[in-house]
């Protein structure tokens, strides 16, 4: 198959750059990202601190390449892993070329985006202020907004968008291009994520027991793929361990007669199906790591570590 690299563009006129997507938990990140590149790569859910990871998302057109930061929502943590993705929100701010701001429009300011304004404000880096959810507030509502937030801190853009119904995202990323330095193309153009597809996979896996649970257990359970292999018959073989921090979870995640535990497959392996475009048999186990979310070591063997 014949694929662009950067060697066949002109690097004087190619742009290029990385752009961190920060914000307060579930004000809309991880749906942003995926209207963006235009493919489920982050996980969604309406509880907060869903992602703990930087998800890299690439989006590339003829004349420039932006890799996309998904990170955590900036919280007060409450645990080692909360530290964590505190320090991957706050890491990814130095490794890029602008940062988008997005808050909730349908909520205004708050002391959460206070904070973050507070740790902009130690940064160089291009911010835009990403007002989020506009198809939940009427247009009036804006300016007062704007000018609210203007007061706090001197933002490069303040552009008003509806992640979900993808109202002035192209405005966002013309605007965007703008800031971006002459670079090179870092990945092949149809690439879409630097994500392994097992990373992708766990994280899908994870969204449905989001989805399906409630109080302490979205906070309490972590997914690795400890197998993928593709079998003779063509089908992929995926088999994955949901942990959880106390045996009482694991009866909840598994549910009666096996009945959540189904579900939570049943749903992720759609999702499966359409990311790797191929029929998939998905085998899951649950399994107790008592408090693994204050254990360096099982942080570290679950894959939540700064390199």
């Known amino acids: 198959m014949n694929q662009t690299t950067s060697n066949d563009r ?13 914000g307060r938990p579930n004000v809309g990140k991880s749906t942003l990202m995926n209207h963006l590149i235009g493919q489920k790569i982050a996980i969604m859910s309406d509880k907060p601190q869903t992602t703990r990871n930087k998800i890299h998302g690439v989006y590339t057109t003829n004349d420039s390449q ?8 900036i919280h007060k943590p409450q645990s080692k892993l909360g530290n964590y993705m505190m320090q991957t929100a706050e ?26 304004i507070e740790q902009l404000k130690k940064v160089k880096t291009p911010v835009f202020l990403v007002m989020n959810k506009i198809d939940k507030v009427e247009p009036e509502q804006l300016l007062p907004m704007i000018t609210q937030y203007n007061d706090l801190h001197e933002f490069a853009e303040i552009i008003p968008i509806s992640a979900l119904k993808g109202n002035n995202v192209d405005t966002l990323l013309e605007q965007l291009s703008r800031y971006l330095p002459e670079g090179p193309q870092y990945y092949p153009a149809d690439q879409i994520t630097d994500h392994p597809e097992q990373f992708v996979c766990s994280e899908l896996i994870r969204e449905k027991i989001l989805h399906m649970t409630r109080e302490e257990i979205p906070h309490s359970i972590a997914v690795t793929i400890e197998d993928m292999r593709v079998k003779e018959n063509g089908v992929v073989y995926i088999g994955a361990v949901i942990f959880v921090e106390r045996d009482s979870q694991k009866g909840i995640i598994i549910g009666k007669k096996g009945d959540l535990l189904k579900e939570v497959g049943k749903q992720a392996r759609k999702d499966i199906e359409a990311l790797l475009g191929s029929r998939i048999y998905l085998e899951l186990w649950v399994k107790v790591k008592k408090d693994w979310r204050n254990q360096e070591r099982v942080l570290k063997d679950l894959g939540y570590r700064h390199d």
């Open 10 to 22: 002109d690097s004087k006129k190619f742009r290029s750059g990385f752009v961190a997507i920060i």
């Open 66 to 73: 932006i890799v996309f930061l998904d990170t955590p929502g």
């Open 91 to 116: 890491s990814a701010l130095r490794e890029v070329e602008a940062a988008l701001f997005l808050i909730d429009a349908s909520e205004g300011l708050g002391g959460g985006d206070r904070f973050i």
